[in-house]
């Protein structure tokens, strides 16, 4: 039986080692970084895109304090127990568990987090445990970035509900997980690698639906959201109220290519006002988009 969240309610093999560290273990040496060094030395993904890989940020926004969830809030203690991390060579990401059939689980992501892999997928759990996993195509996601992973455990981990992206209005709250792949502190201007913190790399982040445009941009692009996506939460689970999926993560807030990054799927771009409401979102692939094909393969006998 599958366990399904109510709906209420490269990294190397030593890095590996280490995901079921105490909480209280001392946060990995950082290092120094000046916001400078970031915009010259980083190699930034096409179009936007929050590189789910070892790229550094596009822009530093730093937050006074990571996001976590909270017990008050449905959705977060939902995001902790159905976001994953994707880990590939040379690169990590995020995912969500989907579903579970036996002892099989399907994690669904972005596909410019495992596309360029050069070796085999890993998945990290909230419990730090890691399972190799396996890509499964689905022609029907084609011109999306998406990908379906799948990994067998007999641990009963929970999965997440599909949501309604077309039910989201204007200042609705929604909550997007994942696990960045590094940490700024902007006191001590430091940049530190979460390759090695395991699940201690989890954020949990509040924010509000904003808008939805009508051509998207490529991969499918068209949820804005306020919330503070960071490099690494790319194919995170983007999350409603009763902790239901509503989209995946996949581009970050004001990225240095500026308008080029909102060339629509057609080849335009947005107006200038447009463009500066667009720049200040993170956007996400809606469910509405991928809900179809994945519900086809949800309900095939077997993956």
């Not at 998406?146 to 949501?163: E, H």
């Not at 490099?231 to 009763?242: F, R, Y």
């Not at 179809?292 to 993956?303: D, G, N, R, S, Y």
């Amino acid at each position: 039986m599958e366990t399904q969240m109510p709906m209420s309610a490269d990294l190397q093999e030593a890095d590996l080692q280490e995901n079921t560290a105490p909480q209280n273990q001392a946060v990995p040496p950082a290092m120094p970084l000046t916001i400078a060094d970031s915009a010259a030395d980083s190699a930034m993904p096409p179009e936007g895109l929050s590189s789910g890989g070892n790229d550094l940020p596009q822009r530093l926004i730093p937050a006074a304090k990571p996001e976590t969830p909270s017990a008050t809030i449905p959705a977060g203690a939902i995001a902790q127990q159905v976001t994953v991390r994707v880990i590939t060579h040379p690169i990590a990401g995020s995912g969500v568990l989907l579903k579970r059939r036996a002892n099989t689980y399907l994690v669904l992501t972005c596909d410019h987090v495992v596309a360029e892999s050069r070796g085999s997928y890993r998945i990290l759990t909230s419990d730090g445990k890691t399972h190799a996993a396996s890509r499964l195509a689905v022609p029907a996601l084609e011109g999306l970035d998406l990908a379906l992973l799948k990994f067998q455990s007999d641990i009963p981990y929970p999965t997440v509900a599909l949501g309604d992206s077309n039910a989201l209005t204007a200042g609705t709250p929604v909550y997007a997980s994942g696990f960045p792949n590094y940490r700024f502190y902007r006191e001590q201007d430091l940049l530190a690698s979460t390759a090695s913190w395991g699940v201690r790399a989890y954020q949990f982040t509040e924010g509000q639906y904003r808008m939805s445009i009508d051509s998207p941009l490529p991969g499918g692009y068209q949820l804005g959201y306020t919330n503070n996506v960071e490099q690494g939460m790319s194919g995170g689970p983007v999350l409603d109220a009763q902790g239901r999926l509503v989209g995946i993560n996949g581009r970050l807030k004001y990225p240095i290519q500026g308008i080029d990054a909102y060339t629509f799927a057609d080849g335009t771009q947005p107006p200038q006002a447009l463009f500066q409401q667009m720049e200040a979102l993170s956007w996400a692939i809606p469910i509405s988009r991928f809900r179809q094909p994945i519900e086809a393969v949800l309900a095939q006998p077997q993956f």
